[in-house]
């Protein structure tokens, strides 16, 4: 038989099984991007399904624009709750997003039977705990790898590649837009705003751009990451969440002399006394990987006890990047979709019973290593002063640079690092420092990690 013949031959097994039906939710970037894979991959995506997967029905509310795309090959709806009580249904993608609509649409395709596939980081973070025991009572499937890092299959490999380690930590660039914002920030010396603007005009940005900027957006990600890394519940709430709209030229340029990259990284770590949940600016040593992803890139460092440290890089924003998270979810699902409930890989990772009630620790007991800068008045006594104040909170230095003072200047910026120390302590040793008179206005305080 020649090849070409014998590639495009059904098994038994394929062409024993009718497509399976898919109702997308908004066809917006993203759910355009899924129409487009799932019609251009037809084929390939068929032969790794074992059956077709077709887009049967789409909701959105705008009625024409989704018609121009799908140009009379699927049936266009205005009301998604149409969509997700269908018998014609077996697979809902949510791609609406927020929290509200969302969590209705996705509890009611779940009440009906459907499995749902979704991008929507929020839903989960807020509210997955209630959608996954609803989703189990159902024996239906949710799949959520576009929620995480766009393209980047960080779920699979956190919930399955890696399932013989006991987890460590996890530090993830996981918004493109702040990414994106640092990086022009620091190639080009472009102001903040000029930045973001660009990074909405390319389609990166959240609808609210405040959740990519001040942190909300990684947190959302984070707190799914580390539910699947260390078998809790999403514990949003918990999450310590700290953004990069305060950042300054200075820093970043002080920072790279002292060999150093600020990133918003999310950090999701397993200590003694708990988890650690928290997204922050973060000086990464320059000669790391990660500290080397730039624009709109995300890139995600695992660290496991048995594999060491891993590192997934891709593209974590866009229409196709995203789509092909969906439509691998697709796969998976339709895939399972004959297995017995109890047989699928659970959700979260973890056996559902199995799930720990380990505590997320309050931002005063992290330990981390910091950056610190201050203004001074550049006499006797002042840097003997600072030194006395840290010591006195058991924090030890690890470097200081004293800035030249600018021409006609008297005042100077001192900048420490420090070594590991619990962030309470540094609170109140800043607290101290702030009241000196020889120090003017403010400490900049900047997490420091050197992933290792
Ligand atoms: N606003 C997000 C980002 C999109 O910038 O990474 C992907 O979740």
Same mark, same amino acid.
Do not use: C
């Given at each position: *038989?020649?090849?070409?013949?014998?590639?495009? *031959?059904?098994?038994?097994?394929?062409?024993?099984?009718?497509?399976?039906?898919?109702?997308?939710?908004?066809?917006?970037?993203?759910?355009?991007?899924?129409?487009?894979?799932?019609?251009?991959?037809?084929?390939?995506?068929?032969?790794?399904?074992?059956?077709?997967?077709?887009?049967?029905?789409?909701?959105?509310?705008?009625?024409?624009?989704?018609?121009?795309?799908?140009?009379?090959?699927?049936?266009?709806?205005?009301?998604?709750?149409?969509? &997700?009580?269908?018998?014609?249904?077996?697979?809902?993608?949510?791609?609406?997003?927020?929290?509200?609509?969302?969590?209705?649409?996705?509890?009611?395709?779940?009440?009906?039977?459907?499995?749902?596939?979704?991008?929507?980081?929020?839903?989960?973070?807020?509210?997955?705990?209630?959608?996954?025991?609803?989703?189990?009572?159902?024996?239906? *499937?949710?799949?959520?790898?576009?929620?995480?890092?766009?393209?980047?299959?960080?779920?699979? %490999?956190?919930?399955?590649?890696? %399932?013989?380690?006991?987890?460590?930590?996890?530090?993830?660039?996981?918004?493109?837009?702040?990414?994106?914002?640092?990086?022009?920030?620091?190639?080009?010396?472009?102001?903040?705003?000029?930045?973001?603007?660009?990074?909405?005009?390319?389609?990166?940005?959240?609808?609210?751009?405040?959740?990519?900027?001040?942190? &909300?957006?990684?947190?959302?990600?984070?707190?799914?990451?580390?539910?699947?890394?260390?078998?809790?519940?999403?514990?949003?709430?918990?999450?310590?969440?700290?953004?990069?709209?305060?950042? #300054?030229?200075?820093?970043?340029?002080?920072?790279?002399?002292?060999?150093?990259?600020?990133?918003?990284?999310?950090?999701?770590?397993?200590?003694?006394?708990?988890?650690?949940?928290?997204?922050?600016?973060?000086?990464? +040593?320059?000669?790391?990987?990660?500290?080397?992803?730039?624009?709109?890139?995300?890139?995600?460092?695992?660290?496991?006890?048995?594999?060491?440290?891993?590192?997934?890089?891709?593209?974590?924003?866009?229409?196709?990047?995203?789509?092909?998270?969906?439509?691998?979810?697709? /796969?998976?699902? #339709?895939?399972?979709?004959?297995? !017995?409930?109890?047989?699928?890989? +659970?959700?979260?990772?973890?056996?559902? !019973?199995? *799930?720990? !009630?380990?505590?997320?620790?309050?931002?005063?007991?992290?330990?981390?290593?910091?950056?610190?800068?201050?203004?001074?008045?550049?006499?006797?006594? /002042?840097?003997?002063?600072?030194?006395?104040?840290?010591?006195?909170?058991?924090?030890?230095?690890?470097?200081?640079?004293?800035?030249?003072?600018?021409?006609?200047?008297?005042?100077?910026?001192?900048?420490?690092?420090?070594?590991?120390?619990?962030?309470?302590?540094?609170?109140?040793?800043?607290?101290?420092?702030?009241?000196?008179?020889?120090?003017?206005?403010?400490?900049?305080?900047?997490?420091?990690?050197?992933?290792?």
């Amino acid at each position: *038989m020649k090849a070409a013949a014998k590639s495009s *031959m059904k098994s038994g097994h394929e062409s024993s099984y009718k497509p399976i039906r898919v109702g997308l939710l908004g066809i917006g970037t993203v759910g355009s991007g899924v129409w487009e894979v799932l019609r251009r991959n037809a084929d390939e995506i068929q032969r790794r399904a074992g059956r077709a997967i077709d887009i049967t029905v789409v909701a959105d509310k705008a009625i024409e624009h989704a018609r121009s795309i799908v140009k009379g090959k699927a049936k266009v709806v205005g009301d998604a709750f149409e969509v &997700v009580r269908s018998p014609e249904v077996d697979i809902v993608i949510e791609l609406i997003g927020g929290y509200t609509v969302a969590r209705d649409l996705a509890l009611e395709a779940v009440k009906n039977g459907k499995h749902v596939v979704t991008a929507n980081k929020a839903l989960l973070a807020t509210h997955g705990n209630q959608i996954f025991m609803a989703a189990q009572k159902q024996g239906v *499937m949710i799949a959520f790898e576009a929620a995480v890092a766009g393209g980047i299959p960080i779920i699979k %490999a956190l919930r399955e590649g890696l %399932a013989a380690n006991r987890i460590e930590w996890i530090a993830g660039i996981i918004n493109g837009t702040s990414n994106f914002i640092l990086s022009e920030m620091r190639d080009k010396g472009l102001p903040f705003e000029t930045a973001l603007k660009d990074a909405q005009s390319r389609g990166y940005a959240e609808a609210d751009p405040t959740f990519d900027i001040e942190g &909300v957006d990684a947190a959302h990600k984070l707190t799914i990451m580390s539910a699947i890394a260390f078998g809790i519940p999403m514990q949003f709430s918990k999450a310590y969440t700290e953004g990069i709209s305060k950042l #300054t030229q200075e820093d970043i340029r002080y920072a790279e002399e002292l060999g150093y990259r600020i990133k918003l990284l999310g950090i999701t770590k397993r200590v003694k006394a708990g988890i650690e949940l928290r997204v922050h600016p973060t000086l990464v +040593p320059t000669r790391r990987l990660i500290a080397n992803v730039e624009g709109v890139m995300n890139g995600i460092l695992v660290k496991g006890d048995a594999v060491g440290p891993t590192l997934y890089y891709g593209a974590g924003a866009g229409s196709m990047p995203t789509a092909s998270a969906v439509v691998a979810d697709l /796969v998976d699902v #339709t895939r399972l979709i004959t297995a !017995d409930p109890e047989h699928r890989v +659970p959700h979260l990772a973890f056996q559902p !019973d199995r *799930m720990s !009630d380990i505590p997320v620790l309050p931002m005063g007991e992290v330990e981390t290593s910091y950056y610190l800068r201050m203004r001074v008045v550049d006499k006797p006594g /002042v840097l003997a002063d600072l030194t006395r104040i840290l010591a006195d909170a058991s924090i030890s230095i690890e470097a200081m640079v004293q800035k030249e003072p600018a021409e006609g200047e008297s005042k100077v910026d001192i900048v420490l690092l420090t070594h590991i120390a619990i962030e309470k302590n540094v609170d109140s040793a800043i607290r101290k420092i702030e009241k000196l008179r020889t120090v003017v206005g403010k400490v900049t305080r900047i997490r420091l990690e050197a992933l290792l």
